[in-house]
């Protein structure tokens, strides 16, 4: 008996050990689509697995997104835009359309694993004025009901994600929280139909906002490792903003009777280009400190059991609204291509893995013509408008990573983003005859002058990945029946 006994150990060990490896601590990402040069899904989808998620978040309902996560293993909450709200809250037929149209059809078809519908984005932001106050719960009504009516009432759950400014707190300290009073009874009414539905309340936190709008905010708080500035709260003695601001809405969901409705974070991270906070070295020490939590399964002080936390974000989004800052096309743990930005450790010491199979434009950019003649300076700045009209030019603003460059350099930053963004066209380097293309990468660190990936036809190779893939679950089968077989004659 002892001899098969630790055989039969070791292969409950082994199984253990397979299951920690595919990353059974959860982890959770947003992965945006507002970007000129998307990565294929298939190839997100196998990025995602190799580092360890098996949650994502969509801020729509792209289709090929939704295929691309078919039977991928990695559950999916699916957001609706708010300027959809109106439509949806406007007619139970239009949110029945939507469910079968955007749900039911990947559910069915794909084998796509939709766990939850985000109803709207933050509709309740206070910039947003009262916009979106009349239709955000007759559209979550709505959708509830579409989603029974396609019977998939009880796989699929509804939510709405928060920005942290529903909430208000009189004593400035978490135990004070409760929701704004222009939306309190709105709140209630939505937090009660989410918890009548099976719904999880999703809030969204950013401690990098806190400090990037408040030149007072002590900026260790913003951070994990923070000894320095401690708030203390009755018993409860806080060293971050981040619990702080969880414990606001657990504060607040408590006083109004709420207590044990689940509490998802729907977007935390930091960006790392645009704005003094925003660096590399600030974001890998608190999206660090952040997976450490996430893989140790710690929770708040007031709320000690695991949360689930998608990060934000995957990649970087150079088509996002810069309304908000020019960081916030840089908030991906990846660059927009997949490329690791910087050195994480994702869990159980598994460092952060890059993007595969990613096809990339050749290697050359356009640069301002060493023959050009600069003299005219309204030349140059036109082009530079036009070219930033369409390309990305946030990193070669003042502060940022290209914002050092010198004049010349500065400019042939921007004719080459304008060409990269239009696949190298030959004739996106025309600029009144200022430009040349060249073969000699212009980039000096930490400026990167990019180059595109190719999203044009040469795209389909990456079934490529899927072969791979297909091989490697051959031979974990096989593996397996193998281990079965020597179990079976030992035990
Ligand atoms: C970028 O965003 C604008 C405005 O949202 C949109 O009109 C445009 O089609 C987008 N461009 C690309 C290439 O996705
Ligand atoms: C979802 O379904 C509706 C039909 O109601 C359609 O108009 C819409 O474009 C679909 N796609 C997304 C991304 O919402
Ligand atoms: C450099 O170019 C960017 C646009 O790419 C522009 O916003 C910035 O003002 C320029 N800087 C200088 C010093 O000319
Ligand atoms: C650019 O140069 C070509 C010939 O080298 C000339 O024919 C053309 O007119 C020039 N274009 C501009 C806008 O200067
Ligand atoms: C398995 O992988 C090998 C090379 O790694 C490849 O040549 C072969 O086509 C793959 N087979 C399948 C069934 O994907």
């Avoid at 995957?314 to 690791?340: A, C, M, Q, T």
Wanted: charged letters at 15%; glycine letters at 8%.
């Amino acid at each position: 008996m002892g001899g098969f006994s630790l055989l039969c150990f070791m292969f409950f060990v082994w199984v253990l050990g397979f299951e920690s490896g595919k990353g059974v601590w959860g982890l959770a990402c947003n992965w945006g689509l507002q970007s000129t040069h998307p990565l294929p899904p298939d190839i997100v989808v196998r990025l995602m697995k190799d580092n360890g998620f098996d949650k994502v978040k969509l801020f729509e309902a792209d289709p090929a997104a939704l295929k691309g996560l078919g039977k991928s293993g990695i559950q999916v909450m699916v957001g609706i835009p708010n300027n959809m709200l109106a439509s949806l809250a406007g007619s139970p037929a239009n949110a029945e359309a939507w469910v079968q149209q955007n749900v039911s059809t990947f559910v069915s078809k794909s084998g796509t694993d939709i766990r939850f519908v985000a109803i709207g984005n933050e509709p309740f932001l206070h910039s947003y004025k009262d916009m979106f106050i009349q239709t955000t719960f007759p559209a979550l009504q709505n959708i509830q009901a579409a989603l029974v009516k396609a019977g998939l009432g009880k796989k699929v759950k509804v939510t709405v994600p928060l920005n942290a400014d529903v909430l208000q707190t009189d004593s400035g300290l978490a135990s004070g929280g409760d929701f704004r009073l222009d939306i309190h009874d709105l709140m209630l009414k939505i937090i009660k139909f989410l918890q009548d539905n099976g719904g999880i309340i999703t809030i969204n936190i950013y401690p990098f906002l806190s400090l990037q709008a408040d030149p007072n905010f002590p900026k260790e708080f913003a951070f994990f490792s923070n000894t320095a500035n401690p708030v203390v709260d009755g018993t409860i003695t806080y060293t971050n903003v981040y619990d702080a601001n969880f414990d606001t809405l657990i504060s607040a969901l408590e006083k109004n009777g709420f207590g044990q409705i689940p509490v998802v974070i729907g977007e935390v991270g930091w960006p790392t280009d645009c704005d003094p906070n925003a660096n590399i070295d600030n974001a890998r020490r608190f999206n660090q400190g952040l997976l450490d939590r996430i893989v140790k399964g710690q929770g708040t002080p007031k709320h000690p059991a695991p949360i689930d936390v998608y990060l934000f974000s995957l990649i970087d989004e150079d088509n996002k609204s810069v309304e908000p800052g020019n960081f916030e096309r840089h908030w991906g743990i990846f660059n927009y291509d997949g490329s690791v930005k910087y050195q994480l450790n994702m869990g159980k010491g598994k460092a952060i893995v890059p993007a595969k199979g990613v096809k990339y434009l050749a290697r050359q950019w356009c640069v301002l013509s060493p023959s050009a003649g600069v003299s005219d300076p309204n030349v140059l700045s036109q082009s530079i408008n036009y070219a930033c009209q369409y390309a990305d030019c946030t990193r070669a603003s003042p502060g940022s990573s290209c914002g050092n460059l010198d004049p010349q350099r500065n400019v042939s930053y921007a004719f080459s983003m304008y060409y990269q963004t239009m696949n190298q066209r030959k004739d996106a380097c025309s600029f009144n005859n200022l430009s040349v293309v060249t073969t000699v990468d212009p980039s000096q660190p930490p400026c990167r002058y990019e180059i595109m990936i190719d999203i044009g036809k040469h795209d389909l190779t990456a079934s490529g990945s899927a072969k791979v893939a297909g091989n490697g679950s051959q031979l974990f089968i096989f593996l397996m029946i193998v281990l079965a077989l020597v179990i079976d004659g030992a035990c």
